[in-house]
């Protein structure tokens, strides 16, 4: 058992460090307090090969698989959970093309990823469809040639202003209320095709500059060839989102290292009673349970990320995968809680990063499946005995 990154990984490891400190951290509060999407961000991001991270380097991509895309996302996400979110969105969408995707669907669609020259959304949420995917209404009738005609719309989708395709899924059973398995299809649908439109931008509370919205479906046709996979592909998009467990774990950890490294530099020279912060015994022990949650998050992380790079993200490693994303996560929404309060009225400032990390760690618990939503997994394979210690 090795617990030692790989001398290409470190190497990634400290080129994202060092993009992070010196391109993204003097942005981040910007970032936030404009809402604009940082496209001199997205080109830093591109022009150093990370945009490339998990797609294979048969399509344009560097290969360095979820492992590589965490560390990355690990060290941007110090700053900012904006710029993190710009690179999960990298593997968000493509993951299913690259799990059940043709060789035509994956050259046309990841290549463009890899290079910058496209970018790419995610639908599977609709508002009465959000831990309840079978509850989702979108509808592809077949044209009777191959091709499908798809009405609906999907909503909270990140990215979907700058995304210039998309993976959408939707009901293909004759009955949209089916809520069998075999009824949802996943497929890949262009923005410059007739009938598809983004709607409304939704005002968040955090993780600002990546807008987040509606995607609108109105009689949009999808030829047979963007099919990703079979039709009747539950299956495919819960192997797509517990694949990406790690990488929404990623995002958890870095924004609570950065969050508690804050923090520890104001406490350290904050003069109180003759002493600083740092020097009283409560603040040096909440110090001390943050950072021991942080390293068993990030083993826990790592860990899941080997995983999914193994192809290790069916059924019976999903307890595994979820533990990863829940607890990570969830540290980072403590982490960003206490940092704050370290800085007492000046964390609330907005002069200070703790009131962005701490708006920003909430998205983390929610998106890509609940911590609740994650609980229920991690019951569910004790009690089927697929994480079990005997």
Known sequence: MNFELSDELSELQATCRRIAQDKIKPRAQEIDDTGEYPQDIFEILRDAGLLSLCIPTEYGGSGAGIMGLTLAIEEVAKYSNTVALMLLLTRLPTGPVMIAGSEEQKHKYLTGIADGSLRAAFGLSEPQAGSDVMGMRTKAVSDGDGGWILNGTK?????????????????????????????????????????????????????????????????????????????????????????????????????????????????????????????????????????TKIEAARLLTYRSAVYADEGKFTKEWVPFLSMAKYYATEVAVEASNISLQLLGAAGYMKDHMTELYYRDAKQLTIVEGTSQVQLGLIARGVLDHDLWWD
């Open 155 to 291: 909503c909270w989708m990140s990215g979907v202003q700058q995304a210039d395709w998309f993976t959408v899924f939707a009901k293909t059973s004759e009955d949209v209320t089916a809520r069998k398995h075999d009824s949802i299809t996943a497929f890949i649908v262009e923005r410059s095709w007739d009938g598809v439109e983004t709607g409304s931008v939704d005002r968040k509370m955090g993780v600002r500059g990546v807008d987040t919205g509606e995607l609108l479906l109105n009689d949009v046709r999808v030829p047979a060839e963007n099919v990703i996979g079979e039709v009747g592909g539950f299956r495919l998009a819960m192997m797509g989102l517990n694949s990406m467990r790690p990488i929404v774990a990623a995002r958890g950890i870095g924004l609570a290292e950065g969050a508690l490294m804050y923090a520890t530099e104001y406490i350290k020279q904050r003069e109180m009673f003759t002493k600083t912060a740092a020097d009283f015994q409560g603040l040096q022990w909440e110090v001390a349970k943050l950072a």
